[in-house]
């Protein structure tokens, strides 16, 4: 939530520039180890699903509908050269399906090499793969799982700061991407076993992300952007699509 905020520019004094800086830090640093997470389960429900098909069918329903909330949040349009983390997870699961399913040594690194390199038109691009092949290859061993998770988290710092500062940035500035590692905890603490699973626990942390972006690009682009507005006294034409819709209502000669 604030990292949005921050970076379209609504911490406006400097006391808010400082807290809402340390916030983003701290919020983003504690967020690191969430995708983490889902790379994990994602193996996991890889090799305990009833049903591989139905599994990347859902994944593939769920990641064009969350498509357009993404777009929206990220460039305030339907359209984006970039693609959301439940592609990211498709394309790991492919993945995945790859190395189990083709026996051909060549045509199998082929293909898996494919849909990694397509994990990098998408968020989180190719940390993802790498955890995944890690979480999958050392299943049994959870040591060397957390050493090379570890190594690959590391990796992904490392090339943060290299681009950060190549592009004039502070190297400190992105050290919240340690955060990560704090997923090795849970590693240890994963038992194997399948938690309590209803129907509505299953069905609804498909549909939270979607709809936990569409409610934050709401809250984000049109209504703190038409508050920020009407307190500057802009024109409220050239605002959102969703906020033009509100001037064209509000305008009509029928209210």
Not at 40 to 65: C, M, N, P
Not at 98 to 116: D, P, S, T, W
Not at 215 to 243: F, G, R, W
Request: aromatic share 20%; glycine share 6%; net charge positive.
């Amino acid at each position: 939530v604030f990292a949005p905020l921050y970076s379209g520019g609504y911490f406006t004094n400097h006391n808010l520039i400082k807290h809402g800086v340390q916030i983003y830090d701290i919020g983003r640093n504690i967020g690191r180890f969430a995708f983490p997470v889902f790379c994990f389960l994602l193996v996991e429900g890889f090799f305990h699903t009833r049903s591989k098909k139905k599994y990347g069918i859902r994944l593939f329903v769920f990641a064009l509908i969350s498509q357009i909330p993404f777009t929206y949040l990220l460039a305030g349009k339907l359209w984006y050269d970039k693609f959301n983390m439940l592609f990211t997870l498709l394309f790991c699961f492919m993945i995945l399906l790859c190395l189990e399913k083709i026996e051909n040594r060549f045509l199998r690194i082929i293909c898996a090499f494919f849909f990694a390199c397509l994990c990098t038109y998408c968020d989180w691009g190719m940390v993802a793969p790498l955890w995944v092949i890690v979480f999958a290859i050392f299943r049994e061993d959870k040591k060397k799982m957390c050493i090379f998770y570890s190594l690959v988290c590391i990796y992904w710092v490392v090339r943060c700061i290299s681009l950060t500062v190549g592009d004039g940035g502070l190297w400190y500035s992105v050290l919240w991407q340690t955060g990560s590692l704090g997923f090795i905890p849970l590693i240890y603490l994963y038992n194997g076993e399948n938690g309590k699973v209803t129907k509505f626990t299953k069905w609804f942390f498909y549909w939270f992300y979607p709809v936990h972006l569409l409610i934050i690009a709401v809250i984000y682009k049109d209504i703190l952007q038409l508050l920020a507005m009407a307190a500057q006294k802009k024109n409220l034409k050239e605002s959102t699509p969703l906020i033009a819709l509100f001037h064209a209502f509000t305008s009509s000669r029928y209210i």
